[in-house]
Nanobody, 125 residues
């Protein structure tokens, strides 16, 4: 079983930045593909970003490309989401997710097995 704990959410003005962190435990972190998803108020959960086990491959949802950056530190068992140029429409609960990928260095926008509890990000206009 994998445990994921997010941190770093909060209230920020439009145009500002936040960095989310997600600490993982319970499994060899370097065998986990990692991703971030979000659920805006009254809407379905959507894909934000994903990163491969090496960190060399990343993928982003269209609405965040060029503004958000996903990264990971395998020595710290942590994945990050740097969010810049935030917009009010980025307001959502952000979830960290993990999936077992063994040695595959692909990135995945689906098929995640483990989820964190979520952290609220609110962007004011």
């Amino acid at each position: 079983q994998v445990q994921l704990v997010e941190s770093g959410g909060g209230l920020v003005q439009a145009g500002g930045s936040l960095r989310l962190s997600c600490a993982a435990s319970g499994r060899t972190f370097s065998s986990l593909g990692m991703g971030w998803f979000r659920q805006p108020p009254g809407k379905e959960r959507e894909f934000v970003a994903a990163i491969s086990i090496s960190g060399r491959r990343t993928n982003y949802g269209d609405s965040v490309k060029g503004r958000f950056t996903i990264s990971r530190d395998n020595a710290k068992n942590t994945v990050y989401l740097q969010m810049d140029s935030l917009k009010p429409e980025d307001t959502a609960v952000y979830y960290c997710a993990a999936r077992d990928v063994l040695s595959s260095d692909n990135v995945y926008g689906y098929g995640y097995d483990y989820w964190g509890q979520g952290t609220q990000v609110t962007v004011s206009s």
